[in-house]
């Protein structure tokens, strides 16, 4: 089967660095995707990881470990108009399903 | 501008009657996609599509269709539609890359649909 767990809700502070988990089961692993949603809008691409190690885009870094079947997303430097949702995504064997978890929504707070 | 287009972005019908939603693409991209997306539920593949002629079935296919007859069209046929299918959908298209290369998805605005 294919599961995607990540927290539901997240607050951090204008500023301050947050760091959002995802940890995934799934039958194949060809990459895995982070995108950013903010409300009512489409999803649209922040990272990309299919390699372990840290993957570094300005304030933005992505971090996968396929042995534990884990990634994260790292934000620097909070802003308000961070406050968006976060999907993690993995595509499969083949590279054309694709499995997305259920989104992390973040609030940044002045 | 590169984009992908969904239509109409807004819709509300009544259970049973046929529609469809329109997504085109001008990157000139071999997949394309449909997800829906509900609360506490992320995003579920409904059907994707390789290239022309070729399309396979994602997760929540049931009560859906599609069709991908020219290369930037990739329409979601819902023949007898039901409440159940109420949601935010989306269409997305990517280059399609060998082997580990990156395969970014770009997503249209989105269509809420509402089945009553």
């Known amino acids: 089967g294919q599961n995607i767990d990540q927290p539901t809700e997240m607050t951090a502070t204008e500023g301050a660095i947050v760091q959002i988990n995802c940890t995934y089961q799934?039958?194949?692993?060809?990459?895995l995707f982070w995108y950013q949603q903010h409300a009512g809008e489409a999803p649209t691409f922040l990272s990309y990881?299919?390699?372990?190690g840290l993957e570094e885009k300005g304030r933005f870094s992505s971090f996968l470990s396929r042995s534990k079947g884990y990634s994260y997303l790292l934000l620097k430097e909070l802003q308000m108009k961070d406050s968006a949702s976060y999907l993690c995504?993995?595509?499969?064997?083949?590279?054309?399903?694709?499995?997305f978890g259920p989104g992390t929504r973040l609030s940044v707070l002045p | 501008e590169a984009q992908v287009t969904q239509n109409p972005r807004y819709l509300i019908t009544v259970t049973g009657k046929k529609l469809t939603v329109t997504c085109s693409q001008n990157m000139n991209h071999e997949y394309m996609s449909w997800y829906r997306q509900d609360p506490g539920l992320g995003l579920r593949q409904i059907y994707y599509?390789?290239?022309?002629?070729?399309?396979d079935k994602g997760d929540v296919p049931e009560g859906y269709k599609v069709s991908r007859k020219e290369k930037r069209n990739f329409p979601l046929i819902l023949e007898s539609p039901s409440p159940n299918q109420t949601s935010l959908y989306f269409c997305a298209s990517s280059p399609r890359l060998a082997g580990g290369a990156k395969n970014i998805q770009y997503f249209g605005a989105g269509t809420r649909l509402s089945v009553l």
């Open positions: 995504a993995v595509r499969d064997n083949y590279g054309q399903n694709f499995v």
């Open positions: 799934t039958s194949g692993f060809n990459g």
């Open positions: 990881n299919v390699l372990d």
């Open positions: 599509s390789m290239n022309v002629e070729v399309t």
